[in-house]
Every structure is written in C-alpha cells, then in structure tokens.
C-alpha cells in the first residue's frame, strides 16, 4: 500500500512580556531537549549621574515543534522509524538463503536417489532417515512443498508485520482523535460552568438568587474543574501512547488533522466477506497446507510401514491435530469477521440513538439556564443539564471511535491477517 508523504511541520511561537526587575524562570523549560529555543531580549537604559532600575519590556519566545499529521501520514512515519520492518527484512533474507540451500539439496537428493539405491535426504526437510520413504516424499512432491511453505510463511509474516504495525497506528490516531474530542467536551463544560457561576455571582449580589444557589454554582463547577482535570490527564497518557506507536519523542507535540467521525461504507454481503476471509487469511493457508503435507507424509510412511506400527499410527495422530488445527483457523477467522460486522451494525445503530440524544440535551441545558436566569429553576437543575449534556456527547463520540474500530477490525478480518506465524 502506498501512502501520501504529507508530513507537515509547524511551529508554535509564545511571546510573554516581563519585566526587567522580574526574574525569568526557565525551569518548566529545562527538560525539553533541542525542540524547544528560548531567547531572552532585555534592553536596559542608565545613565552616569544616576543608576536606576527600568521596567522594560521583553520578549520570551519559545518555539516548540509541532508534527502535524494526517492518518495517512502518521501511518508513513511509523513505516520509516520502526525497527521491526528492518528485523522482519533480514528474516526474510535468511529465509531466502534457506530456501535456495534447500532446493539445491533436494536437487542432489534426487539425483543421488536415480543412482544409489540408499541414501538420506538433508536434515533440514526429512522426516525419516529410512531411505524408501525419503524417495517417497521426494516423489509426491511433500519435501519440494514443505521447504517452499517455510519460505512463504517468512514472506508471509513481513506483510503481516506491516499490517500490524499500520493497525496499531489507526488504532492510537482514533484513541488520540477521541480523547482529544473528549477533552474539547470537558473543557466546553467547564467554560459554561465558568459562565453560569459569574452569573450567578453577579445575581447573587443584586439578590435574585440566594447563597444556597450560588453554592450550587460553585459545586458545578469544582466538579467541571475535576472532570476535565481527569481527561486531561487521560489525553496525556493516550498522547504518549500515540508517540510510541509512532517512534516520536514523548517532547513531540503533535496535530492531528483528520477528525474521526461517522462515515459511510461500502454495502457488505457477510457470507462473502467470510468466503474472502477464508481465501486471503495466511493463518488458514498455513493450517491447510500443513494438513496437506500430513497426509502426504503418511502416504510415504506406508511405503515401508504397515498400519499397525507405532510409526504408522503417530502420522495418523499428527493428520488428525493437523486438522483440528484448520478447523480452529477457520472458526477464528470466521468469528472475526462476525465479530467485527454485528459491531459495525451496532455502534452505527446507536449513533443514530445519541445524536438526537445530544440534541435534546442541548435543548434541556437551555431551558434550565434560562429557567434559572428567571428564577423559575434552581442551580442544581443547571448543574444536571450540563452533567447530562457533557455525558451525552462524550457518549457519542464514544459510539463514533467504537464505529471507526469495528469497520477497521472488519477491514483486517478478510485480509492476510495481522498476527504473525510460527515457524514450520
């Protein structure tokens, strides 16, 4: 997948006047690494007769690097600073070498095999040295598939790898966009609070509400205060999440540009879409194509043992777990795909249910502060229309980031996968 290299920088300049007798603290300032410049500009005047200390103005200004980013973009940026798609390149390339020995070995196997009458295939793909069911496996073809079913799990799991790591990035760019929105909602409230209870100040001193009003006042808003002292606590931590995921310093300030928000898709037909999961999932390919190889293994081992042995009856064990090991993948991926659709058509649902929520929210925070203006309401009646209007957008927004997961958890269910594979 290609994506836009749209890494946008942009810098944020603070001016703060102070004075020349003051004393300019750069404390806050002493963790920031080279982001952040700090320059001082103070011009001072004196003369000879006399030495006077003059409040001159100076500037402070603080630059700090902001990385604005798009979904786009911050996927591409992860790509190019994570370490794990080096790693998963170097595997790739060993897999490779291994592969390239191991048909050349086969090769000599099955040369040696048309001149001698013994001899043992190489270690790395023989299941027995018993050379009868050595040439077997050679011959139906299971040594050839199993060592190109090694190098294609290596390929496999790279492109596994990108989608989790792209996964990861959508993933902490919609927890960010939410948290971000959720701290936008708390701190609306908390300017309302801030207005109602000024108000209420300036009421309560011409005596149209009494002090029990105004204590109600104050109350909404130590509690306005708090809740959105909590998010931005929240933020923070999903914030430094964010910058993990990404590789960025946690001293990165960071701008996301696209809002996460209720959008429309494509029609899914859900018997289909579990029939491309099936087709596309790498995890099911692997499981089949190991089922596949059992049976040819025991069609080998029948050459030279009867179906009474131990030999015998340990391959049918291993043709039975092998298709145990199917099944579970296709339930698996099959749930997922269930899974993540009956979310889909839920959270869409209850976006529909929260949005006239909200409205009639708005509606009733309205009324009672008009209510109260007139003196037909009371403060806590304010109080719990703002608590119920803050909870009613915060709960949709909740609903949009639980949409925006669940579409982007049916995307991955009908594609390779994003969970890497073990080794054969």
């Known amino acids: 997948m290609k994506f836009k290299k749209a890494i946008a920088m942009g810098t944020l300049i603070t001016l703060t006047a102070v004075s020349s007798s003051s004393v ?11 982001d952040t410049n700090i320059e001082v500009v103070s011009e001072e005047s004196s003369s000879e007769s006399e030495k006077v200390n003059n409040n001159e103005e100076t500037e402070t200004v603080e630059e700090e690097e902001i990385l604005t980013l798009s979904l786009d973009a911050a996927i591409e940026y992860a790509f190019e600073n994570n370490k794990d798609i ?12 291994s592969y390239d020995q191991n048909r050349k070995a086969l090769r000599d196997s099955e040369k040696a095999f048309d001149l001698m009458s013994s001899i043992s295939g190489p270690r790395t793909y023989e299941v027995t040295p018993d050379y009868n069911v050595n040439k077997e496996l050679l011959d139906n073809g299971a040594s050839k598939r199993q060592v190109k079913l090694a190098y294609q799990i290596a390929k496999w799991n790279k492109e596994i790898k990108e989608n989790e790591i792209r996964y990861n990035v959508e993933k902490a760019y919609f927890d960010l966009s939410q948290m971000e929105k959720e701290l936008e909602i708390a701190e609306e409230n908390l300017a309302l609070s801030q207005k109602q209870h000024k108000d209420g100040k300036l009421m309560h001193e011409l005596g ?6 105004l204590l109600g006042l104050e109350m909404a808003l130590s509690q306005a205060q708090t809740v959105y002292d909590a998010t931005k606590v929240g933020y923070d931590m999903q914030l430094m999440n964010f910058q993990n995921t990404l590789g960025l310093s946690f001293d990165t300030k960071v701008n996301l540009t696209d809002t996460i928000e209720y959008k429309e898709y ?19 390919k692997v499981a089949q194509e190991s089922y596949e190889l059992a049976e040819l293994t025991l069609q080998a081992i029948k050459v030279r043992y009867p179906d009474i042995t131990f030999k015998y009856k340990e391959q049918e064990a291993e043709i039975a777990k092998a298709e145990k090991t199917l099944e579970t993948a296709e339930n ?3 749930m997922g795909v269930r899974s993540a659709y009956s979310n889909l058509l839920t959270s869409e649902k209850q976006i529909e249910t929260l949005q006239k929520s909200v409205e009639v929210a708005e509606k009733m925070a309205q009324l009672a502060e008009v209510s109260f203006e007139l003196g037909q ?12 209007l803050m909870n009613a957008k915060k709960e949709l927004t909740s609903q949009i980031h639980a949409f925006n997961m669940a579409l982007l958890d049916y995307e991955y269910s009908i594609g ?9």
């Open 24 to 34: 300019v603290s750069i404390a806050e300032q002493s963790n920031v690494e080279n």
């Open 86 to 97: 080096a790693i998963q390149e170097i595997e790739l390339q060993k897999s490779e070498v």
């Open 208 to 213: 149209t509400i009494s002090e029990q009003e």
């Open 266 to 284: 494509e029609s899914i037909d859900l018997e289909k879409s579990i029939e491309s999961a099936l087709e596309n999932s790498a995890m099911v």
């Open 332 to 334: 698996g991926v099959e």
């Open 377 to 388: 309401g009371t403060s806590t009646k304010v109080m719990e229309a703002n608590i119920n």
């Open 416 to 424: 390779l996968g994003k969970n890497q594979i073990g080794g054969m």
